[in-house]
């Protein structure tokens, strides 16, 4: 299949190299979001309104109960970790989604009538309202809408802290109000994904037949410099070829393959649910001590 740069043809990929980038988009994305999981260990109790809290409770206590950690004691730097870590959040947040919305504009643009590359599934598009037989992206510019949501949403988590004091301000319940529910949105749209991508089709005819003759400049430009040891001279003579007409001698490049199995996610999000199980449980059981 075509690579793309500028959006104009610029070197061939094979669709499973590909393929591979999309899973090493997702794993990376994925430690991301574990690792700030686990940044969020940090009991955002018993700093009050940021100078402390009258209450009697041990919140070392609370944090074992759990399962998180209650180390900082200064309540004004506790405190401090309230927008922070709605920052922290949205920001690994809107690095997947950019990501994401990236591929999405390349199928977007791979499955339009003028490619074919690829084929979307036929739950994830919807037929046009006014011209017939026209399948439109819907799934995939939605995604994009929630995707910029989201990096309105960290402007506006950087417009409600900025010059702020360090104690409580209300507006920074606007914060939670606006952040919370676009989380849950945002939930409904990621569980379409497995589905999307595994009904992904990719048209081989079809890409192999766009594919211009241009595209293989760089491969026969480093031939002649293997020869000539002149590389502008060999940039010249293959443009010169292009613009004659002449056929460039074409190549396939080798599949990349970087994962085959996930099961070291699955484990950690075992692990992770179980964690989140048993701080449920734990609460719960405390809960029925006290009453």
């Known amino acids: 299949m075509p690579g793309y740069t500028h959006y104009r043809q610029g070197m061939p990929v094979t669709f499973q ?44 206590e609370v944090a074992s109960y759990l399962g998180m950690d209650k180390n900082i004691k200064n309540p004004l730097f506790s405190f401090m970790l309230y927008p922070d870590n709605y920052i922290m959040v949205m920001s690994t947040i809107n690095s997947f989604l950019i990501d994401i919305s990236r591929i999405f504009q390349d199928m977007i643009i791979f499955s339009g009538d003028e490619m074919k590359i690829i084929v979307l599934p036929p ?24 995707a910029a949501k989201s990096v309105s949403l960290m402007n506006l988590l950087y417009s409600g802290i900025i010059n702020k004091t360090t104690g409580y301000h209300r507006d920074f319940q606007v914060l939670k109000d606006e952040i919370l529910p676009f989380m ?8 379409g994904f497995p589905d999307l991508f595994a009904g992904i089709k990719f048209n081989r005819e079809a890409s192999e037949k766009i594919i211009g003759n241009s595209i293989y400049a760089t491969y026969n430009s480093k031939l002649n410099f293997n020869s000539s040891g002149n590389w502008k001279e060999s940039y010249r003579a293959v443009g010169e070829m292009i613009k004659s ?47």
């Open 184 to 191: 849950i949105e945002l939930k409904s749209i990621l569980n």
């Open 123 to 146: 739950g994830y598009v919807t037929g046009s309202s006014l011209m017939p037989n026209k399948i439109n992206p819907d799934f995939l510019e939605i995604f994009q809408g929630y």
């Open 245 to 291: 007409g002449k056929q460039l001698k074409p190549y396939e490049p080798s599949d990349i393959t970087t994962y085959t199995d996930f099961e070291f996610i699955e484990k950690i999000v075992d692990t992770n649910i179980s964690s989140i199980k048993n701080k449920r449980n734990r609460i719960l059981d405390t809960i029925k001590d006290i009453t």
């Open 17 to 60: 190299t590909y393929l591979d980038f999309i899973k090493n988009i997702f794993v990376y994305n994925f430690n991301k979001i574990n690792n700030t999981l686990n940044d969020l260990k940090e009991l955002p109790l018993g700093y009050g309104s940021g100078f402390g809290s009258m209450s009697d409770v041990d919140f070392t």
